[in-house]
């Protein structure tokens, strides 16, 4: 309609009203101040007839240039309030892409240690390894052995540096625990097939004899994701592939075993566990699916009582909310992510500024009905997605820097996916999700990994490292940004919003975030690539500018309840 963004969906029959009645008189400054639904009806009938006319928008005028001074300046006495809670800023890191430091092309442990400072710069408070067991593949998905370190990666020794390094720096370690499956070099798996190698066709198997054979599912009939076991007239059930052989969860002898290795884990030092693939435990049965992990959450926090879940429920909000019944600590929230979630949406223009929120009010009113302490766990990718600087062909900069601030800026314990605070890219087949961490254009420089074999030569479309640490304007540098005002206001990561959707549309967002202990915030975000203002004078208990995000060559302006917001760029406002 009248705006430069408007998404080609609007109706304004149904959609929300993005301006207010200044617009009528030639301005465009929203206002706070309250309006009916009448009343707005009455304004779009008004529009209708002056649309072709007299209402044209006119971006607001430029303020003066200096985007990068200002949020320098304005943040850089900003400091992090640290709180011991699950409430966390967390780094993925696939180990072995990530930082070599033997010189054989392959990332490890040493590697993730010589790089704590900077993961602690960057205002991480937790990481998230990809797994680290024994493995024949570089994924290391399908697990050997899970009381050990692959040595590609390095030495039980190396992994309790790790978490002791961590410690000093109030850093989480979360391990990535897959219970789906495991391999079939795994000795469990060895152990039963040996068994019912020599066991007589006419026989059935037993337990007393062989408890590895209750480890997984076997039947003697053929049948769709079940796998031949080679030298016997048996099946075994492979859901993903032949490789990953699934575990019978149902076990007693199993849920030991599980009992025991996240023991074994935590006594090591680790904060908590990332579940792999939880909708697939029981394939088709979301109830049995979160009946165990109600026994796995309840059988974790026996053993260690602030042990921390976040379980991989790839599927959609109402069947993340089941999963929330289980008491889990936190499901990564999907809608929100890769190319074709909310975040992306709405920075292509198909979603508005205030669909970003309500969504986020929606959400959790719908997980916090099934799970009263549960807390989020919003990401934007993850090593099994596109990198989002791929999302946006033309995009030099901006829209994937907003784009990844509305993530970080998400209540919960927000997860970002190593390389992407640099715009690395990499899509398609998974090596390519899985490249380099780009510290350098030298691919011999220290550090370096060579990657997954049958990776793509990927060309990267922003600079490594190297080149972005002493640029203020840089990806890098944004990312800095973001994480430190996430970290010094409390409220942003653990507060409930309140949205005020008089002054809001699909341009501009308004909303409040307070956690009833620490100061409240005001959020302002401008999600498009025109400059747009706001009247927050009714809002008198927010009146200082006390954090920026910028991503243009104009500053954020607030002048006498007046908020300017240049293209894509946020606002956090305090009282004085």
Known sequence: MLRGRRSPHFHPDRDPLPLHAEILCGGNVRSCQGMTSRSKKL??????????????????????????????????????????????????????????????????????????DYIQ???????????????GTYHKYDVDDYYAIDPQFGTMEDYETLIEECGKRNIRVIMDLVLNHTSTDNEWFQKAHEYLKELPPDWEPSVDYCKYFDYYNFTREAKEGWAPLSDTNWYYEARFWDGMPDLNLNS?????????IMKFWLDKGV?????????????????????????????????????????????GRDEIAKYYESGIDSLFNFPFADQSGILCNVMRGSFGAEDYVNAQIKADQVYRERNSSYVDAPFYTNHDMGRSAGYYALDEGPVTKMAYALSILMSGNTYVYYGEELGMKGSGRDENKRAPMYWSTDASSEG???????????????????????DDLSMWNYFRQALKIRNAFPSIARGEITLYDECSDEELAVFAKDDGVHEPVLLVINVTDQTETADLSSLGEFTKLSAVLNTSEEKIVYDHGTMTMPPFSIAVLTGE
Request: with cysteine; glycine share 8%; net charge negative.
């Open 121 to 135: 710069d960057m205002g991480f408070t937790a990481l998230w390894l990809t797994p680290v067991h024994p493995s």
């Open 448 to 470: 370096m990994c060579r990657g997954p074999e049958g990776m793509d030569e990927i060309k990267m479309k922003f600079p490594s490292f190297e080149e972005q640490k002493t």
């Open 252 to 260: 007693s002898f199993v849920r030991q075993e599980i009992t025991d």
């Open 43 to 116: 304004v779009y009938a008004l529009l209708s007839s002056l649309v072709f006319t007299a209402c044209t928008k006119t971006p607001a005028d430029n303020p003066s240039a200096g985007s990068s001074v200002q949020m320098m300046e304005l943040n850089k006495d900003l400091k992090s309030v640290y709180i011991d809670d699950a409430y966390r800023n967390t780094y993925e890191i696939f180990p072995y892409s990530f930082c070599d430091t033997d010189g054989d092309g392959i990332g490890d442990l040493k590697g993730i240690i010589s790089k704590l």
């Open 271 to 315: 904060s908590g566990f990332r579940l792999d693939a939880v909708t697939s435990f029981y394939t088709g049965d979301p109830d049995q699916n979160t009946e165990f992990l109600r026994w796995l959450v309840s059988t974790g926090k026996s053993l260690k009582k602030d042990c921390y879940f976040v379980g991989e429920a790839w599927t």
